[in-house]
């Protein structure tokens, strides 16, 4: 299919999932786990290649996981986040590990964020089949149902 001819992206399911995902990681069952002991803070690589597997097993299609670094004035002096990019469509779950950020689930084609960190890497998101992260995705999965069945999201 061309791009020309492919559907246009359903923003606001990619949102709905996006905030299904991050409300799983909240829920606190991946607490255990060190990439995701002081969510969002640190764990946005993880958290990003997990949300990615969940888009593409929902239907909303394959993403690229980009990485970037922003100098800081913190100790040791440099940032480093990672997000989702398809399409010129940004999807960010731990954006608000950052002070001037409230959102926890960033959808936009809006760059003013995402222009401070360099980017130094984009490679396909995807969980490959021998991924240590499967079977957080596969954990992550039942509390995404679990929420659902208990406060159903609306479509």
Do not use: K
Request: charged fraction near 25%.
């Amino acid at each position: 299919m061309s791009e020309r001819s492919r559907p246009e992206m359903d923003r606001h399911a990619v949102l709905r999932a996006a905030e299904r995902v991050r409300a799983g990681l909240e829920a606190g069952a991946f607490d255990d786990a060190a990439f995701f002991s002081d969510f969002p803070a640190g764990s946005c690589g993880s958290a990003s290649l997990l949300l990615a597997q969940y888009l593409a097993d929902t239907g909303l299609g394959e993403w690229t996981y980009v990485w970037g670094e922003a100098s800081s004035n913190t100790p040791g002096g440099e940032q480093s986040h990672g997000w989702l990019e398809r399409e010129g469509v940004i999807v960010d779950i731990t954006a608000d590990q950052f002070p001037d950020v409230d959102a926890p689930v960033i959808v936009t084609t809006d760059r003013s964020f995402h222009r401070r960190f360099g980017i130094r890497d984009r490679t396909p998101a995807r969980l490959g089949p021998d991924d240590a992260l499967l079977p957080t995705y596969s954990l992550l999965n039942a509390t995404c149902d679990a929420l659902d069945r208990e406060l159903p999201m609306e479509g």
